[in-house]
């Protein structure tokens, strides 16, 4: 009888609801109703939204989602719900009302009972209207394995729950699925890649007991792993290449990525890889590793817009950590409470600030940087730079060891030299290294750097005083030299200026490259109120740097400056001396995003916006290279060198005897010191250069001083109202449950064995990787929205083993693959289809299309192409020319070579034009978090897997590598070629369509030579020369034509 | 859709939608029809697809002009400005309200008149800058609704919102939405085109992202496909090179065979719709470079969009397309035209912004009133926010600029069911804030809904545990310039 009801519900269900699996698998029309499974839902549809938690929306002061409001006695003195009395329940009158204004819900709020939903909740009241917590809110338990009327069939323990459901359904399991279709299905679900025919070859005379075992074994230990279960998790991380945002700049967090490869094949265990993620930069004495790995949570998008107001976007960051933890470890839609307790779940919208204060605690600015990393970042060698590095370090250690042991013999030479200075009173001495612009202004404008350089100057009344080393130009506020077009930097140049002042007015441009108009970018080094300024302009305003001494300069006084720049784009890597000393500074503007760099020349005594300057201006020197402390110092030394050798070694100053051992050093060294100073300058210069090469990476870190968190109201940036401290929230708490503090607390917290929802989200998350869907549907949410499990005490049971088994990872992918739920052919019948077409019931194994880094990577290792390298920075294979450069100014560079052929987690993401053939299979567009998957099935798939590049090369290659084999028959060409993609042997009917498409294509390119050309000059992997062209052709086409067969890009 | 196709598909509720074409709406209305409620009641006397109420326009083509456009220099006719020029911009006006950190740290805010001359245009008499005469020829077709505010002050925010109706990144755009609710009317193509094209006034100019016509939470088949301008109209649209068209059909045809034989061993239904699916590549592959050749239009109907209509990639082009394309049965085609971001020297890059766009898109008006499909087809013409009234650079008449100002600014809309002839809503005397009629952007997606014969409250999507909408929770329909 039930059945019969049930079948017909089905069929109903199919013609109309989307959601039918939730009210067949949810309401049953059992006598037994069962408070989460078939009363809840009902509530929180239809009657949350007015009297669930959110308390500012709630009507009457009736509270539907917990015992104690839905018992309560009302205003009215009624009650919502008396246990075991339907007709005194006030519940129940509203839903049955015929008098509109008294009816619930109300007629005009676009929610409505069903006849059988006013049934449920009639029939639940009378029976006593047992009452649960939220099913996902009440911590697993261990359950009893089901008796099963055939105990031979299950393989894992659990197997018995998916069977005794099946039984109950009246249901069998299908048979398990063939060798090859298995060994298809389990290689593509473990590595993303195809078996070889190698591989097949094995298993199939394999005729062992743990044949499929062995198997599994080997996918699980293969690197190919880490890489295929990463995307996943990229996915969920939003990670991505780019800033994300109107400019979309580049970013480099592909460190973070390989950690997450590396550690998914070293199987760490989830609770580590969690801690780690969330927090490994609190953990004590934090390894490198460790703090790479807390990019999970600085992935989110960053806006670098001009204009944009720094704290609305440094909310948003911190939101997106929280809706993104929430969404990966609690399986929460938290992200509803930002604005207002949650409508569905016991989450409050304090609560949710709780949490937002455990993410609000890192030195970071609200405005991310264009183009590059945003603080907070670190330097993250690779491995391998980082051997490099040690070695360089050894050399260097070495070789200053050598000219210590050097000093006795250097400070005698140096001695001897000091003599013959006496004779040359006129030399003096002045970092070389990296020297651009050397102008002594002794009575002259040349540029000794550019002594035929075009150096002019536009008033002739320029004079040239006595100046600290020989003359000095003076300015009155009316002369401008220009130098030309020299000394031109842009925001990652570093750079010095070294040169002596003696000001007469408090305003004045000194030098720069701007043009001396008010919205002019560049840069300048002026006075302003008698502060030396340097500036470094893109627009001013919201992209600019500028900063100042705190002191202003005394009038009329000479003063050696010294300005160093980093290319660092940020204040802190500015630095001015006067007179060799660090001047303290203010950092007025702090912004600098793009590049500075102008066309316009370089200027003396103007140079920019400002007014032009008066005063004298000595020995002014630029170098392309950022001056060190004690260059600086001894640049502000103008004691000529013979004077200070003329001093006894104890009456000069430190400056002095550093400019006269430099010097030395520099020029006059003895030839075995100056050989090994040659090899110390060179190490410097490489270890320069590969400290320039190592990739930062963006983490977490905690500023010392907890920041105040508030709650903001409607979730606006600029409406802070109560301070709250770190928390969570109290329906997923427990008792005796640890104080939380940060985010190290709350890391452990989510990983707590008491944790009522990480282990469930995390292997429901998991068997979706497997069958398409999780046990609960809704893999993003496990609130009273989400969707009942199908299988409850299977996942209650899989948390446990996982919790159990130290949250293995490898292991819960094993169990599953090993599973006779999962080894199930995929075949359906009409039957099942009608009954059950999602499969939710697991009658037979999963047929599901692949992803689209999958149908990428299938074809690129078919054909032989695909490189096997692990991680490193992204890479650029093939894609439609002009793609970025239609939306935006950035263009696209092709890679060439090995790249092209790299597994698809390592193309280039950028977020604002992803790469057109992944989204069109549903790839993430990783602007935000996403662990659901989605497939469709659209035209533009045919239209890529047809005519992309990618796939048409791989035909070709796929073509190539079977005619290379010799003596073979077309047939059997064919064959191998079909069996290489598909992983079985094609039927008789499908190698006569085959062999008659070829012998269609031989023809047609026999007499179209031309045609068979240009197929085969597809793709920039060069074409096999030794094969016919027209042969080639032809069985290109047919590869092409297996690459599009449903069945290869679908698991078996 | 031949009966014939239809017999093959699948009767699961799943992969019935899944058939692009097939599903004219189907899948909203699925999700209509699932809540027990009284919009399955509604939908039961609408159709095809969802319609809440007799559509007034069947297809919409939205003119969105990136960056911003000055209502200030265009529509929003301020006389009283030129006399306070140069003056400083009254905190009383401005009240306190928040500026984009491009301007918030200027020392001043000096009122910037418009240099260009206005006049009154038409039986309406709308006000219409000098810069746009072919824009006010047509004026009594038009709408300016002048009274629009948002809620965003810089590009990306405000973009995503005015497409999404959310600031953030992860909702569907307005055409995906339509392409969910209402389905394509031609079976051939995409049911949302979207097209880009650079302005000359600002090449420069700010960028757009995918997003923008992409279908966030919703399937991906529901996403614009962008139509380019240079290379190949679709990606991946035309053979590789020595693979002909005959070669391809036939290659088809083995593929269906070989795929129906795995449909008749796995009885996966999802193999029917892949079927269906390169059958409609295939069609797309033969009706897209039809659509794209202009060869079938008389000399004049081109010229009329001006002279760079026959250059592949222009806005004018692209106007030229989006009739094309409506005429096709293309439910939702936008146009996004950069280049409106006049921070500063707005008098230098203003005017070539109006070129590209004034007589195009005035054409596209008046061509579709000539042919008829005026009526029905929904146009609309607007940026993101608007500009301010005071100076951002250096005040003189050749340099000026304006910053972002979302508290006013004017956008037009003809056709398919909007009042023409109509100026509606007004600002203050310095077009800083609106006093009357104010028009949210989610009023704006309401009342497009409304012409398209949808319910902004009932078009909705389930996804993390609630109800979405175009319009999230806000949104009225602005009734008064509905026809």
């Known amino acids: 009888m039930f059945a019969s009801i049930t079948q017909s519900a089905v069929l109903l269900a199919i013609v109309v609801s989307p959601l039918w699996t939730r009210s067949v698998l949810g309401v049953e029309f059992s006598a037994d109703l069962t408070f989460n499974r078939d009363i809840r839902p009902i509530l929180s549809d239809n009657c949350f939204h007015c009297h669930g938690p959110d308390e500012a929306q709630r009507q009457a002061n009736l509270r539907l989602d917990t015992q104690d409001g839905a018992f309560a006695e009302l205003e009215s003195g009624n009650r919502a719900i008396v246990p075991g009395n339907a007709s005194g329940s006030e519940l129940v009158r509203r839903i049955m009302s015929a008098d509109d204004s008294e009816l619930m819900p109300p007629p005009d709020s676009a929610r409505k009972l069903t006849a059988t939903q006013r049934d449920v909740l009639q029939r639940w009241i009378q029976g006593g209207a047992s009452w649960q917590k939220h099913w996902s809110l009440i911590p697993p338990e261990r359950p009893a394995l089901p008796k099963v009327s055939n105990p031979e069939w299950p393989r894992e323990v659990w197997d018995r729950f998916v069977l005794a459901r099946l039984e109950s359904e009246g249901l069998q399991p299908s048979a398990e699925a063939d060798k090859?279709?298995?060994?298809?299905?389990?290689?593509?679900?473990?590595?993303?890649?195809?078996?070889?025919?190698?591989?097949?070859?094995?298993?199939?005379?394999?005729?062992?007991?743990?044949?499929?075992?062995?198997?599994?074994?080997?996918?699980?230990?293969?690197?190919?792993?880490?890489?295929?279960?990463?995307?996943?998790?990229?996915?969920?991380?939003?990670?991505?290449?780019?800033?994300?945002?109107?400019?979309?700049?580049?970013?480099?967090?592909?460190?973070?990525?390989?950690?997450?490869?590396?550690?998914?094949?070293?199987?760490?265990?989830?609770?580590?890889?969690?801690?780690?993620?969330?927090?490994?930069?609190?953990?004590?004495?934090?390894?490198?590793?460790?703090?790479?790995?807390?990019?999970?949570?600085?992935?989110h998008r960053g806006n670098a817009e001009g204009g944009i107001i720094p704290q609305e976007y440094a909310v948003e960051y911190v939101v997106d950590r929280v809706d993104t933890t929430a969404t990966v470890w609690l399986g929460l839609t938290l992200g509803c409470a930002r604005c207002h307790d949650h409508k569905f779940d016991p989450v409050s919208q304090r609560e949710f600030y709780q949490l937002f204060a455990l993410f609000n605690n890192v030195p970071e600015r609200g405005r991310a940087t264009k183009y590059g990393n945003s603080d907070p970042q670190i330097k993250s060698p690779t491995p391998k730079q980082q051997a490099n590095l040690r070695e360089i370090e050894e050399q260097l250690a070495a070789c200053r060891a050598e000219l210590d042991a050097q000093r006795p013999q250097i400070d005698e030479a140096q001695a001897t030299w000091e003599k013959t200075l006496r004779d040359e009173p006129s030399r003096d001495w002045w970092p070389g290294d990296g020297l651009l612009v050397d102008l002594p202004l002794d009575g002259s404008i040349v540029d000794r750097c550019n002594p035929s350089g075009k150096v002019a100057a536009n008033q002739a009344n320029l004079t040239f005083p006595v100046g600290q080393i020989g003359a000095a130009a003076e300015f009155s506020g009316e002369q401008r030299i220009d130098v030309g077009d020299v000394a031109s930097f842009g925001f990652l140049d570093p750079f010095s200026i070294s040169l002596w002042v003696q000001p007469q007015t408090a305003d004045g441009v000194m030098l720069g490259r701007m043009e001396e108009a008010a919205d002019a970018s560049g840069y300048t080094l002026q006075l302003d109120r008698g502060k030396l300024q340097l500036n470094l302009i893109v627009r001013w305003l919201d992209d600019a740097l500028r900063v100042e001494t705190t002191e202003p300069l005394e009038m009329n006084r000479w003063r050696h400056v010294v300005v160093t720049y980093d290319g660092s784009r940020a204040a802190t890597g500015v630095k001015i001396y006067l007179d060799g000393q660090p001047a303290p500074l203010n950092v007025l503007v702090d912004e600098l995003n793009q590049t500075f760099k102008t066309k316009s020349l370089l200027r003396i005594g103007a140079g920019g916006p400002g007014p032009r300057y008066a005063g004298k201006l000595d020995e002014l020197r630029i170098y392309g290279r950022k001056l060190l402390a004690e260059e600086a110092e001894v640049s502000a030394n103008s004691t000529p060198l013979h004077v200070i050798a003329a001093l006894p070694a104890a009456e000069r100053s430190p400056a002095q005897s550093k400019k006269l051992a430099a010097c030395f050093l520099d020029r006059h060294a003895p030839a075995s010191t100056a050989e090994i100073r040659s090899k110390l300058l060179e190490l410097e210069k490489q270890k320069m250069k590969l400290d320039q090469t190592i990739p930062t990476t963006m983490v977490m870190q905690e500023l010392p001083e907890q920041r105040a968190t508030f709650v903001l109201t409607r979730g606006e940036y600029d409406k802070p109202a109560e301070r709250v401290l770190p928390g969570v929230p109290a329906s997923v708490s427990w008792e005796g449950q640890p104080s939380i503090h940060n985010r190290l607390d709350f890391a452990r917290w989510l990983v707590s064995p008491q944790n009522p929802l990480t282990a469930r989200v995390t292997v429901n998350r998991i068997w979706q990787l497997y069958f398409g869907q999780g046990l609960v549907k809704t893999v993003n949410d496990f609130g009273s929205q989400g969707e009942r499990p199908s299988h409850p005490e299977l996942l209650d049971f899989l948390a446990i083993e996982f919790i159990s088994r130290g949250w293995n990872v490898k292991a819960l992918h094993k169990s599953i693959v090993m599973s006779a739920t999962y080894r199930q052919s995929s075949q359906m019948t009409p039957m099942l289809t009608q009954r059950d077409p999602e499969n939710r019931l697991l009658a037979r194994g999963p047929r599901l299309r692949l992803s689209a880094e999958m149908v990428r990577d299938q074809a690129l290792a078919v054909s032989d192409l695909l490189t096997q390298e692990i991680g490193g920075p992204s890479v650029f294979p093939y894609q439609p020319v002009g793609l970025w450069k239609e939306l935006g100014d950035a263009d696209f560079k092709q890679d060439h070579g090995e790249a092209l052929y790299r597994r698809s987690l390592y193309t280039f993401w950028k977020r604002t034009a992803a790469p057109p053939t992944m989204i069109a299979f549903d790839a993430a567009g990783r602007e935000s978090c996403r662990v659901l998957q989605t497939r469709t099935n659209t035209p533009l798939q045919a239209l890529a897997l047809m005519n992309e590049v990618t796939f048409v090369e791989a035909a070709r290659k796929l073509a190539e590598r079977v005619l290379r084999e010799e003596n073979k028959t077309s047939q059997a060409r064919l064959e191998t070629m079909f069996r290489l993609v598909l992983v079985r042997a094609p039927t008789p009917d499908e190698a006569s369509i085959l062999s008659s498409g070829l012998a269609r294509h031989l023809e047609h390119y026999r007499r179209r030579p031309e045609a068979a050309s240009n197929l085969l000059a597809l793709g920039e992997s060069p074409r096999d020369k030794t094969l016919d062209v027209t042969e080639l052709a032809a069985y290109t086409a047919t590869a092409n034509l297996i690459l599009n067969l449903d069945e290869t890009i679908t698991k078996p | 859709m031949s009966q014939q196709l239809l017999h093959t598909l699948p009767t699961s509720r799943r992969h019935f939608f899944s058939a692009a074409g097939l599903g004219i709406g189907a899948a909203a209305l699925s999700s209509l029809l699932d809540q027990p409620s009284a919009r399955a009641a509604k939908s039961s006397d609408a159709a095809p697809g969802l319609t809440h109420f007799a559509p007034k326009a069947k297809r919409v083509i939205y003119l969105f002009q990136s960056g911003g456009p000055s209502q200030i220099d265009l529509f929003d006719y301020k006389p009283r400005l030129r006399e306070w020029g140069g003056g400083e911009l009254p905190g009383s006006v401005r009240r306190g309200q928040r500026l984009t950190g491009m301007t918030s740290g200027q020392a001043s805010f000096p009122i910037a008149a418009s240099k260009y001359k206005f006049a009154q245009h038409g039986q309406s008499g709308a006000w219409v800058s000098e810069l746009l005469p072919h824009t006010s020829r047509i004026a009594d077709r038009l709408c300016f609704v002048k009274s629009m505010f948002t809620e965003a002050i810089n590009h990306d925010p405000a973009i995503t919102f005015f497409q999404t109706g959310t600031q953030l990144a992860g909702r569907p755009s307005i055409g995906a939405w339509l392409s969910y609710g209402l389905g394509t009317q031609n079976l051939d193509l995409p049911a949302f085109v979207a097209l880009v094209s650079q302005g000359t006034g600002n090449p420069n100019d700010q960028p757009l992202y995918d997003r923008l016509w992409g279908s966030g939470f919703l399937p991906t088949k529901y996403q614009g496909i962008k139509f380019r301008g240079s290379g190949e109209p679709v990606l991946h649209l035309s053979n590789p090179p020595g693979i002909d068209d005959s070669t391809r059909r036939r290659m088809l045809d083995d593929l269906s065979r070989l795929n129906q034989l795995q449909l008749d061993k796995y009885a996966d239904p999802e193999i029917a719709t892949r079927i269906a699916q390169y059958e409609l590549a295939y069609r797309m592959q033969m009706s897209v470079p039809d659509l794209t050749n202009l060869a079938d239009e008389s000399a004049s109907a081109i010229d009329m969009y001006g002279p760079e209509a026959r250059k592949p990639g222009t806005f004018a082009a692209n106007c030229l397309l989006a009739r094309r394309l409506s005429e096709r049965g293309v439910r939702f085609v936008e146009l996004f035209h950069r280049g409106w971001d006049q921070h500063t020297k707005l008098p230098e890059q203003l005017p070539g912004q109006c070129r590209d766009t004034d007589q195009p898109a005035a054409a596209l008006v008046t061509d579709l009133a000539q042919r008829g499909l005026l009526d029905e087809t929904l146009v609309i013409w607007g940026g993101e926010f608007g500009r301010t009234v005071y100076c951002q650079g250096q005040l003189t008449p050749e340099t000026y600029g304006r910053d972002h100002h979302p508290r006013c600014f004017t956008v037009w809309i003809a056709g398919g069911g909007i009042k023409p002839g109509l100026s509606f809503g007004q600002t203050d005397e310095h077009s800083y804030n609106v006093i009357e009629n104010p028009v949210h952007v989610h009023d704006l997606h309401a009342t497009l809904l409304h012409c398209l014969g949808i319910d902004h409250t009932q078009l909705t999507y389930f996804y993390q545990g609630r109800h979405h909408r175009l319009t999230d929770v806000h949104g009225k329909v602005v009734q008064e310039i509905v026809a």
């Open chain 1, 180 to 299: 090859s279709a298995l060994l298809r299905r389990v290689t593509l679900d473990l590595t993303g890649l195809p078996p070889t025919l190698e591989e097949l070859e094995s298993f199939q005379t394999d005729q062992s007991s743990q044949a499929y075992e062995k198997v599994v074994d080997r996918l699980l230990a293969s690197p190919r792993f880490g890489e295929r279960m990463a995307t996943d998790w990229l996915d969920a991380a939003r990670y991505a290449d780019t800033n994300g945002y109107q400019s979309d700049g580049i970013r480099h967090m592909w460190r973070w990525r390989d950690w997450v490869i590396d550690a998914l094949n070293r199987n760490m265990p989830f609770d580590q890889f969690t801690i780690e993620q969330l927090a490994g930069d609190m953990l004590e004495g934090a390894t490198l590793d460790q703090q790479i790995a807390t990019g999970f949570n600085r992935n």
